[in-house]
């Protein structure tokens, strides 16, 4: 059975994989894995605000230790943080506590590299392997030799400076009116910090996190309040964060909240006309994207690529072939100039920045880009009986689907037991009537399989 998903692995608190002695066994499994030869044999875990990151963080930290490797604690933090602090405490490799976007029931682990990237699909299965099929009880060291933890103080300082670094110092920023919605979660503290000292007018929401409350009707899920509050208050942009910090909602002054492919598109206009980027050039997607985004792109002489769902393909993809730029509409961005791993923060920040040099509202400046119409089948299921039968309902999915004048996408989720499907369509191309009954057969299909 595979643990790992496309972010990580993930599940319900007590139970299979995230116990306590699944975790311990895991970061046994991982340091035999990811432990570098001649190196300090350290890592650095870091964690957002949910309850269970006290049950999970010391089993990590006691599997590690009896593994011999020395243990740095940075959190509450949000997940780019990691590369940041993994590289220059000089770890062998780190791990985040999250569930990201999950609710607090939730919760599980993200694996990064000493350079702060995600690590490989090799890496994954050979701790899957371990996992499964390695008898720790037979590894034994020297109680002299086992590992040390430390807390560091100043994590938080070190990672809000090198946010900062990523502002323009030549810019104004307290022209800006910004509402900040940290989603209770592992931004909680500094955001709004970094913000304050870049001199915003600052309206702060989702920043009393109670352990049980991360994600609780806030945040990039639930936008409602702080478009709310965009309005009310008279702000220029709302910031809206997720549990973990990498993904990040953006709500304009009207209230509307931008779709990812809008900012995508927002980014792309600012450094074509920048020359950071030229005519010709290729920006990185998912493949449930709105296709929208491709027509908009393309009117600009700018191409599109897709990859699979999951940040880590996006990245993997703009560092292969060196492209500037590429996110997901769920609000993962990644920029070849930044710290290569999406950061919600960060975004936010360029974002800001292309505001004040563009002296233009973020409802004007998505103007040039139209999405298609978006139906969006999450349908829940029996994770063993869909990888039996999957062959079976995608083929009854397709026969459904091929010949409507509509994209679609089918994909079993990689963090909950869901299957996904993605339909985008013109208006004028299918009846509503027809959408209705295709939603109907769909669910049928699936609901009946699995």
Do not use: W
């Amino acid at each position: 059975m595979r643990l790992f998903g496309t972010d990580g692995i993930r599940g319900e608190v007590g139970k299979y994989p995230l116990t306590p002695e699944n975790v311990l066994k895991l970061a046994k499994a991982s340091s035999l894995v990811l432990k570098k030869k001649n190196s300090i044999s350290r890592v650095v875990i870091n964690k957002d605000t949910r309850l269970s990151g006290y049950i999970f963080e010391p089993a990590l930290t006691s599997g590690f230790l009896s593994m011999g490797i020395e243990v740095i604690l940075v959190g509450p933090l949000p997940t780019p943080a990691l590369t940041v602090l993994g590289k220059s405490l000089r770890a062998d490799f780190s791990v985040m506590i999250t569930a990201s976007h999950n609710p607090y029931k939730d919760n599980g682990l993200k694996f990064f590299s000493g350079q702060g990237l995600k690590i490989s699909p090799e890496e994954e299965n050979k701790i899957e392997d371990l996992f499964f099929n390695y008898d720790f009880d037979k590894f034994k060291i020297k109680q002299s030799n086992y590992g040390k933890a430390i807390r560091l103080k100043n994590a938080l300082g070190r990672y809000s400076e090198a946010l900062k670094h990523s502002a323009d110092r030549n810019l104004n920023y307290s022209q800006l009116k910004v509402m900040l919605d940290c989603a209770n979660g592992a931004s909680y503290k500094v955001a709004p910090e970094v913000l304050f000292e870049l001199g915003l007018d600052l309206h702060t929401i989702g920043n009393n996190p109670s352990g049980t409350n991360i994600n609780q009707n806030c945040g990039s899920l639930f936008p409602y309040k702080a478009s709310e509050l965009v309005k009310k208050k008279r702000c220029d942009i709302g910031i809206c964060l997720d549990g973990d910090g990498d993904r990040v909602i953006i709500i304009d002054e009207k209230g509307n909240t931008l779709n990812g492919e809008e900012i995508i598109f927002i980014f792309a206009k600012y450094y074509l006309q920048e020359k950071k980027i030229k005519k010709g050039s290729v920006l990185v997607t998912n493949e449930v994207a709105n296709h929208g985004l491709d027509i908009a792109l393309n009117k600009l002489g700018l191409k599109l690529k897709r990859v699979k769902v999951g940040d880590k393909n996006i990245l993997k993809e703009i560092i292969d072939n060196k492209y500037f730029f590429g996110g997901e509409p769920s609000g993962h961005f990644i920029f070849k100039d930044d710290i290569l791993i999406g950061d919600g923060m960060a975004t936010a920040i360029r974002l800001l920045t292309l505001i004040l040099k563009e002296k233009k509202k973020l409802s004007v400046l998505r103007n040039g880009i139209d999405l298609l119409e978006e139906l969006n089948i999450n349908q829940r299921i029996d994770s063993e009986r869909f990888y039996l039968n999957q062959e079976s309902i995608y083929k009854q999915l397709n026969n459904l689907l091929k010949n409507l004048n509509i994209y679609y996408n089918i994909r079993p989720s990689g963090t909950e037991p869901l299957l996904r499907v993605n339909l985008q369509y013109h208006k004028r191309n299918i009846k509503v009537i027809t959408l209705s009954k295709l939603k109907k057969q769909i669910i049928k299909v699936i609901s009946d399989a699995c």
